[in-house]
């Protein structure tokens, strides 16, 4: 039994605080293995893949050309940057069965071939005497880009070591962002190269887009405060630490609320002059930057799980 | 057909760290990289204070996550349940480290040498087998069980806190000590299936 005078003689000694290396604490950890070469080369591959499919509908070759090279160029810049091996970068393509990485290589591979016969195809520097073949390569050159567009969700739902990202809602968050992404570009592009279009049923698509990639935002930080603590930590970090200036100013505000409200405001108004291309590619370069903020403050804040219960 | 696992008895553990000191001579692992690592945490207030004390390294688990996530094959298991990694096959995507959810996978950015003198001849021999921006973990000590020995940390460990053996034996050690103390698995949920059990 300790007598109380002991308990006070003890409760006034300076606290004992044994210093515990980083490396043997166990608390929340934010990744540190993917950073921003990477979220490029999500980012490239996002925008160029929603810019090809886009195009393809709206029959645009000017578009499929710039998103394939987005896809073909910089995200596969931006790929072997990431990897300290570049050189053993084809092996990638060994476990399709198991590796969300190793399909989506696939899909780029499938979409390096598909998707510049299509465009050759279009442009007419290739000719097939079978309609129905072109529209095959056509098809299916918009499913590998698909592929490219979904995979990389999927490549976060399987992170195990990070209750952010792993979660069923990422891939189709992930999809929204990038067809969001291909419309923002696809306006640029038509404002840019002053092509005829119809930027009033384009603004009615692009606000559908936009505002399917907010309630989607909206439903992943909800649900990911209620999966467990981990991922309510790093929903604290976005909203409140560290990435609150970059997630609120730059993917919410300036990313999802301004360009909805620019192309809001030019479907109602429904006149021409409001509903131009300026306009509308000014929302379209906000939503182009605002997504790159957004998938910049989702990979770093991925937090791993702890192996025990740190509180 | 053996399937070789651990137990780890977190009464005998007094986190002296001796297995990870073990662990870091036997694979040259250069600084800040642990395959074993003691994970420590203090938790309550005086009177009532409680350290505890959690060896980790690779859990070897049935169910591996970092087989099935790594796009390179690098790592793969074996029909005994130990996972091994390839360092030549690894191209630095570093998914095996999210995927892992026992933090066991480390990755060698850089290898800097201990001593500002540079680098010791043991480090020049593990700076040799080209680990540099690769992933990198404990393999169990395979080439000393292979010829009858015990992993580094086990045969290091001053309390007996470590026992490796066969999981498939019900009359090894390791089995018995799982079946009458109650041992477990970290993050069982997960169905990852480690082979290394705690004893309450």
């Known amino acids: 039994m300790i007598s109380n005078e002991a308990t006070k003689r003890m409760e006034s000694m300076p606290v004992y605080d044994r210093h515990i290396p980083e490396t043997c604490e166990i608390h929340y950890r934010t990744q540190t293995d993917w950073k921003l070469v990477e979220v490029l080369a999500i980012y490239f591959g996002g925008v160029g893949t929603g810019l090809y499919i886009l195009s393809q509908l709206f029959g645009y070759t000017g578009g499929m050309i710039v998103g394939y090279l987005l896809v073909m160029v910089l995200k596969n810049i931006a790929h072997l940057l990431a990897s300290s091996k570049p050189f ?4 990638v393509l060994s476990q399709p069965r198991t590796s969300w990485i190793s399909r989506g290589s696939y899909g780029i591979f499938l979409f390096a071939v598909l ?9 007419g520097l ?36 990070i209750d952010f990202w792993h979660s069923s809602i990422v891939p189709v968050m992930f999809i929204c962002h990038s067809v969001a992404m291909g419309y923002a570009l696809l306006i640029v592009l038509l404002a840019l190269t002053q092509t005829q279009a119809d930027f009033y049923m384009l603004a ?7 505002a399917a990639s907010a309630l989607m935002v909206y439903t992943f930080m909800s649900v990911m405060r209620h999966i467990s603590k981990s991922a309510d930590e790093a929903v604290r970090i976005l909203l409140h630490g560290k990435l609150a200036m970059m997630f609120w100013a730059g993917a919410i505000v300036a990313g999802l609320l301004v360009p909805i409200c620019v192309t809001g405001y030019c479907y109602l108004t429904g006149s021409p002059a409001a509903c131009s291309g300026l306009t509308l590619s000014i929302a379209g370069m906000l939503t182009l930057l605002g997504a790159l903020l957004f998938q910049l403050c989702f990979v770093r804040a991925g937090v791993s799980t702890p192996i025990v219960n740190v509180d | 057909m053996i399937k070789w696992g651990m137990t780890v008895d977190l009464k005998r553990c007094i986190g002296c760290q001796t297995c990870s000191v073990a662990c870091k001579m036997k694979n040259g692992t250069p600084p800040g990289i642990f395959f074993r690592r003691v994970l420590e945490k203090q938790t309550g207030k ?17 169910d591996p ?24 096959k690894c191209y630095g995507a570093r998914i095996c480290r999210m995927a892992c959810p026992y933090d066991a996978i480390e990755f060698i950015e850089k290898v800097e040498p201990y001593y500002p003198q540079g680098f010791t001849p043991i480090e020049k021999y593990w700076n040799n087998q080209s680990r540099e921006g690769t992933a990198a973990k404990c393999d169990f000590c395979i080439d000393l069980v292979e010829v009858g020995e015990k992993p580094a940390c086990v045969k290091t460990c001053p309390t007996d806190a470590l026992k490796f053996g ?29 082979s290394v059990y705690y004893l309450p």
């Open chain 2, 46 to 62: 005086y009177p009532n204070v409680k350290r505890t004390y959690i060896t980790m390294s690779c859990m070897h688990c049935a």
């Open chain 1, 126 to 161: 290739v000719r097939f005497d079978n309609a129905a073949l072109s529209m095959i390569v056509s098809v299916l050159a918009g499913i590998a880009a698909f592929v490219i567009m979904a995979y990389i969700g999927f490549v976060f739902t399987e992170a195990r070591n």
């Open chain 2, 166 to 194: 066969d999981l498939n034996d019900p009359d090894s050690e390791v089995s018995k000590l799982i079946l009458d103390r109650g041992g477990y698995q970290l993050r069982a949920e997960l169905g990852t299936n480690p």
């Open chain 1, 204 to 210: 009615w698509q692009f606000l559908i887009s936009l």
């Open chain 1, 88 to 91: 053993r970068s084809i092996r």
């Open chain 2, 65 to 88: 996550p970092c087989v099935a996530q790594c796009p390179s094959g690098a790592f793969y298991k074996r029909a005994d349940g130990v996972v091994l990694f390839d360092t030549n």
């Open chain 1, 115 to 123: 998707g510049l016969l299509d465009i050759a195809l279009r442009l």
